[in-house]
């Protein structure tokens, strides 16, 4: 199984909702990756996760919480989101050993903010 | 042909040429560049990558040649199809341990493949 899954795929919240978005491997991946990807822009690194503890939070406002449950599970929590904060928004994986640093990604779940 | 300004750049190819897809990295100090695709509703796709001590990785249909001089990243996809159709993007990572799965991607190059 080399595929990273991501629920739901399309989300509308509004700026008052609290909501979750769930991200799922079982490759056995030691390393799990939040990203935020605008129309048009590359995807932008959000949090980092290493043997599911936080190693990289790319300075994400608090409204946005990680959270990694166990080594296969990793959740981003939303709350009092704004609408710019519309995006898609993918989940990577990767193996935590060296030499490779590919990055596993999900079909990624769509946001819209209202 | 290609363009490059304020939009992504794009290249447009008929099927069966050459295309070549460049990208200039940022920080002398990455020491790994992979090439992602990423189709219309997916996310992106490994194609390839390549450490710093190299400076020319084949795979299947693909080259990705890397110049560190002048931090050039190049992506060559041979006989191009139009299921190649999609934006590409180079990312690199910093060296160093505390940055261990940090890819920073580029701007990315929209590739569009005529029958």
């Known amino acids: 199984d080399t595929e990273v899954t991501q629920t739901p795929k399309h989300l509308v919240m509004g700026m008052t909702n609290k909501k979750s978005l769930k991200c799922e491997q079982h490759?056995?991946?030691?390393?799990m990756y939040w990203y935020k990807q605008k129309a048009k822009k590359p995807p932008e690194l959000m949090f980092v996760?290493?043997?599911?503890?936080?190693?990289i939070n790319e300075s994400v406002p608090s409204r946005f919480s990680p959270e990694c449950p166990n080594s296969s599970l990793l959740n981003l929590h939303l709350h009092a989101l704004q609408p710019e904060d519309s995006a898609l928004y993918l989940c990577?994986?990767?193996?935590?050993?060296?030499?490779?640093?590919?990055?596993?990604f999900g079909p990624g779940t769509r946001l819209t903010v209202t | 042909g290609e363009s490059v300004g304020l939009h992504l750049p794009t290249l447009s190819v008929q099927e069966g040429d050459n295309s070549i897809i460049n990208c200039a990295y940022s920080?002398?100090?990455?020491?790994?560049f992979i090439w992602y695709k990423q189709e219309s509703g997916k996310g992106p796709q490994f194609i390839i990558d390549?450490?710093?001590?190299?400076d020319k990785r084949q795979g299947q249909r693909v080259t990705v040649l890397l110049n560190k001089t002048v931090k050039h990243l190049s992506l060559q996809i041979a006989a191009t199809q139009p299921g190649d159709s999609a934006v590409y993007f180079c990312?690199?990572?910093?060296?160093?341990?505390?940055?261990?799965?940090?890819?920073?991607f580029g701007q990315g190059t929209i590739l569009t493949v005529h029958p």
């Open positions: 990577a994986s990767s193996q935590r050993t060296v030499p490779s640093y590919e990055q596993y």
């Open positions: 490759m056995g991946h030691r390393a």
């Open positions: 996760y290493s043997y599911e503890k936080l190693s």
């Open positions: 920080n002398s100090a990455s020491d790994y």
């Open positions: 390549i450490r710093s001590n190299m």
């Open positions: 990312a690199e990572k910093l060296a160093g341990g505390t940055s261990y799965g940090k890819l920073t």
